[in-house]
């Protein structure tokens, strides 16, 4: 067993990055590994009188599709009784080919669950996150600071962060690199990158509409790009608003900002159709473009790259965030094999061990993604018939039905179904 406290070090684990998976990280090592020093890095000032009791959802929150599985890994961390007066359960996905006959549909009830999935805001799952972290002793903020510089050390690394016209160095165990993928820290580290564009762009915005979506998520897929659609509201009550995800190529995009909301509105109507009635309302929108974007080498003796900053999806099947959630997990068990072992926490064969566990649940999401916007991102009559009848077939044979909803329930075989905050 390692020591708790090791003298060489002012921290065992430097987290760069204090966002939704930053923040998760520390939680999750602060329940299952109580004894280790955690600092967590953040860019932005903490707000200390901000309270999910006092949260009031705004018409624009952006939000984040949390998987059955993610679920899972909240409650395990004590935070699912303050999100679930506000998390809206998708019962049911229906998965669609814009004027086709191809669809299939998705039910919890099915599978035994309560729900597939949860549309939770992120800044009320930030500040769930915050209050909890506010009560672990072992987990300390150095907000607003960036990390600057990174140097090796023997079993371990000097960092070097910046906050404002000062300077500080804090000699940590191991670096987690948690800030995303536009940050900059990972290509200062020299992290090779391999990134994929697809041409495309996700339009963000919160919509209404005139029926209430009965707790349904839509995938639908559409000559102008793929667009899902996730009830947002009330956890008790069917709403009759939902949170607008549209993939579209550069000049389709610039097209759609050129309308007025009116206009746009009924662009919307036209490529989604009447499923949900009349869509009544578009919020403020927001868009950035989407390239596939891996590591393949995400850890260094003393560094590892989760998250964002390791891997960015397509959004088309939901999974970008999910994923991240299950590497963290992951890497909570290398961490605790590392103390167990006795062996450094930042040991390379102890990193590529967890590097390896998770790339193939990378690797497999990526390819279940990425093969969503290959089929369905091509119009010649053979294609589609044959992916109306593929969609034909999910909903037919009860097997091929239940892979696809585990995959999108965060279920696939790679999910680790080890909590994350029990105590080993």
């Known amino acids: ?28 090592l602060s329940h299952r590994l109580p004894q280790l020093r955690v600092t967590v890095a953040e860019a932005f000032p903490l707000a200390p009188d901000a309270r999910p009791e006092d949260y009031q959802p705004s018409y624009d929150a952006r939000s984040t599709a949390l998987a059955w599985g993610s679920r899972l890994i909240y409650g395990d961390l004590g935070l699912w009784p303050a999100l679930s007066p506000h998390a809206t359960p998708i019962r049911r996905i229906h998965v669609s080919d814009r004027g086709r006959f191809g669809a299939t549909r998705l039910s919890a009830e099915e599978h035994g669950q309560d729900a597939l999935g949860y549309v939770v805001d992120n800044r009320l799952l930030g500040l769930v996150l915050m209050r909890a ?79 209430p ?67 009544v309302k578009m919020g403020e929108c927001t868009h950035y473009p989407l390239p596939l974007t891996t590591v393949q080498e995400a850890v260094r003796p003393g560094m590892v790259l989760v998250g964002n900053a390791a891997h960015t999806l397509h959004p088309v099947a939901g999974q970008g965030f999910n994923l991240a959630l299950r590497g963290l997990v992951a890497l909570v068990d290398a961490f605790q094999s590392a103390v167990d072992a006795g062996r450094p926490l930042g040991d390379l064969g102890i990193l590529q061990a967890y590097q390896s566990r998770h790339r193939q649940d990378q690797q497999d999401t990526v390819r279940f ?56």
């Open 1 to 28: 067993m390692s020591e708790p406290h090791h003298p060489a070090f002012d921290t065992d684990i430097l987290i760069a990055g204090g966002g939704l998976a930053g923040a998760t990280l520390a939680l999750a």
């Open 133 to 211: 972290l506010a009560g672990q002793s072992a987990v300390s903020w150095q907000a607003p600071a960036k990390v600057v510089g990174v140097e090796p050390l023997a079993e371990g690394v000097n960092v070097r962060l910046s906050r404002g016209e000062d300077t500080l160095s804090l000699r940590a165990r191991c670096l987690v690199v948690a800030d995303g993928g536009r940050s900059g820290l990972r290509e200062q580290l020299g992290f090779n990158v391999d990134t994929s564009d697809y041409g495309q762009n996700a339009l963000i915005a919160n919509v209404t509409f005139s029926n």
């Open 213 to 279: 979506h009965d707790f349904v998520a839509y995938e639908r897929f559409t000559d102008a790009g793929p667009m899902a659609l996730l009830p947002r509201g009330k956890p008790g009550r069917a709403g009759r608003e939902a949170a607008l995800v549209w993939t579209l190529e550069d000049a389709a995009l610039e097209g759609i900002l050129a309308l007025d909301g009116r206009d746009r509105l009924a662009r919307l109507q036209t490529r989604f159709g009447w499923r949900l009635g009349r869509f």
């Open 369 to 424: 993604s990425d093969s969503l916007i290959q089929i369905f991102g091509h119009h010649s009559a053979a294609l589609s018939a044959a992916r109306d009848a593929g969609l034909v077939g999910l909903d037919l044979v009860p097997g091929a039905r239940r892979w696809f909803a585990r995959r999108a329930m965060g279920m696939g075989p790679h999910a680790t179904s080890r909590s994350a905050g029990k105590s080993s």
